[in-house]
């Protein structure tokens, strides 16, 4: 435990280090520091301000002697009082169940977040009152809010409505059933100076509220779809349950929507599936990964994910310049074209696109601008047999200019130096009458000054028997083919050793008269 309280700290404090020089530098002072990183701390470490909430995840509540070792590190090692570190229990809930309101004093402070405040309660309830995980998407909807009438559905504090506001938006409508939260909402709106009826903050269901406004035919911009996993209050007619009704209200949400407008749609659930089918007549795109919150982990269950759903793929882009959404249009022209090409061509006989298939090929460099025929001017080149006439014609002259510089005009012909000069010149050059004459040394039988060779047989036996020492010693002939054995092979037992009369001393050739070059054979 101990060696992972050390790790704990670590990470712990380097991730602070990093997220602070990072984040405070945009005017922001809450921030996530640990993310469940190690198993044997399964917690989150937010920073609020000069606070920090430790929020347990485990299966059990951590018990004295762990709940205080990790205080104690998260204290040390983000440079806090004591005091000033709160821990939470997140108890997991069945199906249906919701979080209570904590029975512990409430602990309100004031936080920065890209230079908007948020009051936040780090102890009443289970959650705080900002989603930290939604940082980056809030940013977004500032930067789309421009010129826009924007509606915030299940607003609970109102974090997206007060990021809407500064960024330019007509108006902002808020609308969640908690007159808590409602109360909360107008209350950061009027604390970054935004109040009154273009930023109204509504106490209602959703459901009904999106009924009256499509009944009253006004229209909005950007809805934003953010709901609880699970819902049952009194006060509505009937729970919610995001993965059983999320198309229905996704269906009512469209009949306020502008044609040019987008809906932003989230969840934590970690069991939702996003079925597609069930909305059609929008073009949904799934933006999670480009909107993850710095120290936040990745993982398959529990982190939010976003989706944006428009009538028009242009509105699902992220980019919100001019010059992206005219180049996006221009892509999608193009590539609409494309496709048109495509499927007229596919109809036609497979013999008629033969002509088609040579051609695609270059269709997307023009569109690019990348064309052969932009790069290189062939207004002025000759035809092929122009080339072919003109290269055929170079070709003789370079030819003729080449065999030039050899004067040959005095050269006789092949037959006139066969006839004439070539046998005399061979002549002189091999002259063969001074050649020696072997008459005297060879005859037809075979060579006239070395005596006669014996047979090939004679001198086979001869040699086998200067081999094994004696010349009388009896030969494979004599002893028969199974009974003679090479010294070379293996021994059986019957032949003699390797080795045996090596005392014998060597003989020279003058005294040896198996040599058929010894002097007797020479004097004979």
């Not at 104690?72 to 309101?101: F, N, W």
């Not at 002025?380 to 055929?392: G, H």
């Not at 004696?470 to 037992?493: A, I, M």
Request: hydrophobic fraction near 25%; glycine fraction near 4%.
């Amino acid at each position: 435990m101990d060696y992972e309280a050390k790790d704990f700290g670590k990470i712990l404090k380097k991730n602070a280090q990093m997220l602070r020089h990072d984040l405070l530098a945009v005017q922001t002072d809450c921030m996530r520091v640990y993310d469940r990183n190690l198993q044997a701390f399964p917690v989150t470490v937010d920073l609020y301000g000069k606070y920090a909430r430790v929020t347990d995840y485990g299966e059990q509540m951590m018990d004295s002697e762990t709940k205080e070792k990790c205080l104690d590190i998260c204290s040390r090692m983000l440079y806090l009082d004591p005091s000033h570190v709160i821990y939470t229990y997140r108890a997991k809930r069945d199906k249906g169940e919701q979080h209570e309101k904590s029975d512990s004093e409430p602990v309100i402070t004031d936080v920065s977040e890209n230079g908007l405040v948020f009051t936040v309660d780090l102890a009443s309830y289970t959650d705080t009152g900002l989603f930290l995980d939604h940082a980056v998407t809030r940013q977004m909807i500032r930067e789309r809010s421009n010129d826009c009438d924007v509606l915030n559905l299940f607003s609970y504090t109102g974090s997206f409505s007060v990021y809407a506001a500064p960024g330019g938006a007509k108006s902002v409508t808020s609308v969640d059933l908690s007159a808590t939260y409602t109360k909360w909402a107008e209350k950061n709106l009027s604390n970054n100076g935004y109040s009154g009826s273009l930023y109204s903050c509504i106490c209602m269901d959703a459901g009904r509220f999106l009924d009256q406004a499509a009944s009253e035919h006004r229209k909005y911009d950007i809805v934003i779809f953010d709901p609880p996993a699970f819902s049952n209050s009194r006060k509505m007619d009937h729970d919610f349950d995001v993965s059983r009704d999320w198309s229905s209200w996704i269906r009512k949400i469209v009949a306020v929507l502008r044609p040019e407008g987008f809906i932003l749609f989230s969840t934590n659930l970690g069991t939702f599936t996003m079925d597609k089918r069930r909305v059609r007549g929008l073009s949904v795109k799934e933006i999670t990964g480009f909107l993850m919150a710095p120290g936040f982990t990745k993982r398959s269950r529990g982190a939010v994910r976003s989706w944006l759903m428009a009538f028009d793929d242009d509105s699902l882009s992220l980019d919100w310049s001019e010059d992206v959404k005219t180049d996006r249009k221009k892509e999608q022209s193009v590539k609409k074209r494309e496709n048109n090409y495509s499927r007229e061509r596919n109809e036609r006989p497979y013999r008629d696109r033969s002509q088609d298939n040579r051609n695609h090929r270059y269709m997307d460099r023009k569109e690019r601008g990348s064309y052969r025929s932009d790069r290189f001017d062939r207004t002025d080149r000759p035809s092929y047999r122009e080339r072919s006439e003109r290269s055929e014609r170079g070709y003789k002259e370079e030819r003729s200019a080449r065999y030039d510089r050899y004067d040959r005009s005095d050269r006789p012909s092949y037959r006139e130096r066969n006839e004439r000069g070539y046998r005399e010149d061979r002549s002189d050059r091999f002259d063969r009458s001074d050649r020696f004459d072997r008459s005297d040394r060879f005859d037809r039988n075979g060579r006239s000054d070395r005596p006669e060779r014996s047979s090939y047989r004679d001198r086979n036996d001869r040699e086998r028997s200067s081999r094994f020492g004696n010349s009388d010693r009896k030969t494979e002939k004599q002893y028969g083919r199974n009974e003679y054995k090479r010294p070379s092979q293996k021994p059986t037992g019957r032949e003699r050793p390797y080795g045996y009369d090596s005392f014998r001393p060597a003989r020279s050739r003058n005294d040896s008269s198996d040599f058929f070059w010894n002097d007797e054979d020479l004097d004979s």
